[in-house]
């Protein structure tokens, strides 16, 4: 089955620990991207990449990093979580088909304490 | 600046009846849009899309209309089924990204 697998669904963690939320995607495409979704807010983008070895920043970057090693993996890493990167957070893939958008994964919710 | 807009928070239907989702975006360059669906704990869920060469395009019970002159996008469920109560997101290109308004949350009454 084609999709995008995140984890962990849930996480509670404490301010200033690190922690990398993990992604991954069977479908050979190229992009990717991480974005949060608040209330009120919608869906706002945090990084994405073209391809492997190539990444840039979205709208909201700050306090996140990403890495694309392998086409298929694009972990989000918090490296010091503060209160504000509460958040639900979805992974997303797409392939050069632009009108079949982005596949998204199951979403991680974050709550940082 | 919010380049694409939904102005309706929430919307509730009755079944059987037409739900009309609507969008409004201010950059005339996109050149498509698309629209997702939404259930509580899942992921966003590709709907349906539209090039900006149309101005409709159809898939089963969900019709997608363009004004390109108004700036304005709709969603149209026919029959509404109390399945699709979600929340809806329209979206634009932006580069290597879609721009997402802020959902309308539609619930379908039985």
């Known amino acids: 089955e084609a999709q995008v697998t995140q984890n962990p669904r849930y996480l509670i963690t404490v301010t200033g620990k690190k922690l990398t939320v993990t992604c991954s995607q069977n479908m050979n495409h190229e992009y990717m991207s991480w974005y949060r979704q608040d209330p009120g807010l919608g869906l706002r983008q945090i990084y994405y990449s073209m391809n492997v070895e190539v990444t840039d920043k979205g709208d909201v970057p700050e306090g996140y990093k990403v890495s694309r090693k392998e086409k298929r993996n694009f972990p989000l890493i918090l490296e010091s979580p503060s209160p504000n990167q509460t958040s639900l957070y979805f992974c997303a893939s797409r392939g050069t088909e632009k009108l079949y958008g982005y596949t998204f994964g199951s979403g991680t919710r974050l709550t940082v304490v | 600046d919010q380049q694409v807009k939904q102005n309706s928070p929430s919307l509730s239907v009755q079944e059987g009846r037409i739900s009309i989702l609507n969008c409004d975006y201010t950059?005339?360059?996109?050149?498509?849009f698309l629209w997702y669906k939404k259930y509580p704990a899942e992921g966003p869920t590709f709907l349906i899309s539209i090039s900006s060469i149309k101005d409709k395009n159809e898939d089963g019970r969900f019709t997608v209309f363009l004004n390109k002159s108004a700036k304005h996008l709709s969603l149209h469920i026919v029959p509404s089924q109390p399945g699709d109560s979600a929340v809806y997101f329209c979206a634009a290109p932006g580069t290597y990204k879609y721009i997402f308004g802020t959902g309308t949350r539609l619930k379908v009454l039985a």
């Open positions: 950059n005339s360059m996109f050149d498509y």
